[in-house]
C-alpha cells in the first residue's frame, strides 16, 4: 500500500499546502488501481457516481476555481469537460445529469489520469504566486477531494456489491494491521450540562456550514461509551425491530416495507459485503450501513435515543480527532471492535454517527459569495446530521464541529450509531 504523506510539520506555508496537494492527489489515484476502466466507469446507482468521474470532478474543481479564475492565461484542458463533471453548481452553468454519470465510457479513465497530470502541474507551478484567496481555494480543493476519497470507497463497495461474484476489491489480507479484537462493554457516560459553545471558532480550516461559533443548551443526558455493534443490531432484528411499527417514524416505516428492509445493507445470511468480499459478520464491531430512520428505530427498541450534535461536539471537543482506524492508504477499511473499557471511544473514524439534528444553518450563518457559497448550505433541508468520520474518511480530514449530512433512508456510506439518554 501506498502511505499517505503528512506534510502538516513543514514550517513554510507554501510547502506544507504543496505536500498536503500533492499526497491527497496521490492518494485518490491510489484508491483506483486496482480499478479496470469498466470498473471505473459504471454507476450503481443515481446516489452513487463512477470512480472516474469523482477523479474527474476534483480536478474540475481544481482546474476551474484554482486555475481559471486565479492563474492568469490558464487554458482549460478540454473546455468539454465542465459540462461533464460539474456537480451542482449552478453558477458554472449547465451539467451532465447524475444518474446518467455511469454512461461516460469516454473520456477513458486513461485520459482522466492525464488531465489530472496536467492539472496537478499546473496547481503546483502556481502555488507560489497565488494570493491568498486563491491559496484558501487550494485548501478548500483538498478538503473537498478528501470528501471524495472516502465517496470514491463507498461508491466502490456499493458498485462491486452488486455483482453475484462478490468480487474483491483488494484481497482481505491487506486489511489494516490495526484492527482490535477485544470487546468492549457499553457503558453510559454523563455529558455536560449547561451553556456550551458549539460551532467552528475560526481556528484552522472549517467548512463554512460549521460556524458561526453559538451557545447552546445542553440538558443532562449521558452518551454511550462506544457505537451500536453489529451483535447488538441482530439481537434487534431477533426481537422483530423491523416488523414493529411502534418502534418506527411513519416515514421510516413506510419506508422498510416499502423498500423490504430487513436488515442493514450488505447483510446477507450473518454475512456481510465489504471491501474485501463477503465476510463472516463480526458481532462486536460497530454496525454500520444503517440510515437514520433505523438509527432511531433501534434507539427507540433500547430506550433510549439519538444524541443532538451539540451533545456529541461537547463530548468529542476534548478527544484527539485523527485516533481511530481512519483511511491512511488504499485497502479494504472496516471498522473495527472498540478496544477500550473507559471514556467515550471511536467518536472519530470508525462509523459515521446519525445525531437527531436537522442539518439546518447555524445562527448568524451565511452563504459565502459565488459558486463556492453552494457548497452545503442549499442543502439544508430534509437531511440529518452526522459526526465523527468514519474508517473511509481520510486522516487529518476530521474534526469535533465537523457536519456530514445525509437524506434519512441513505446508508450506502459507512454510518452507525451511538445512543444517548437523558438524565
Known sequence: MASRTDASTCSDPIEALTG????????????????????ASAQSMP?????????????????????????????LFD???PYLFNSYYEAEGPRHARPQRGLLTRPSLDAVRAWRAHVDAAVADALPGLSPAALALVDLGIHHEQQHQELLLTDIKHLFAQNPLGPAVWPRDHASASKVAQFSAMKWIEGKAGIAAAGH???????????????????????????VTNGEWQQFI??????????????????????????????????????????DIDPAAPVTHIGFFEADAFASWAGARLPTEVEWEAAAAVLDPNGGDQLDAAGPVQPAAAGGDTGLQQMFGSVWEWTGSAYRPYPGFRAAPGAVGEYNGKFMSGQFVLRGGSCATPRGHMRATY?????????????????????
Not at 485518490?28 to 476502466?37: P, Q
Not at 484552522?204 to 449521558?222: I, N, S
Not at 418506527?248 to 468480499?277: H, K, N
Not at 457536519?403 to 438524565?423: C, E, I, M, S
Open 201 to 227: 471558532d475560526g481556528d484552522g480550516f472549517a467548512f463554512d456550514c460549521e460556524g458561526p461559533r453559538h451557545d447552546a443548551l445542553l440538558t443532562p443526558h449521558a452518551l454511550a461509551s462506544r457505537p
Open 238 to 279: 431477533d426481537d422483530g425491530g423491523y416488523r414493529t411499527p411502534s418502534l418506527w417514524l411513519s416515514d421510516g416505516w413506510a419506508w422498510v416495507q416499502a423498500e423490504g428492509i430487513e436488515a442493514p445493507a450488505y447483510w446477507r445470511d450473518r454475512r456481510y459485503f465489504t471491501l474485501a468480499g463477503w465476510q
Open 403 to 423: 457536519r456530514n449530512f445525509f437524506y434519512p433512508h441513505q446508508r450506502w456510506q459507512f454510518t452507525g450509531v451511538r445512543l444517548a439518554k437523558d438524565l
Open 79 to 81: 473546455d468539454r469537460f
Open 20 to 39: 498536503r496537494f500533492a499526497a491527497t492527489r496521490r492518494l485518490s489515484l491510489d484508491l483506483v488501481a486496482s480499478l479496470s476502466d469498466a470498473d
Open 47 to 75: 446516489d452513487a457516481s463512477p470512480a472516474k468521474w469523482h477523479l474527474a470532478h476534483t480536478t474540475w474543481f481544481f482546474e476551474t476555481f484554482v486555475l481559471r479564475d486565479h492563474v492568469p492565461g490558464y487554458a
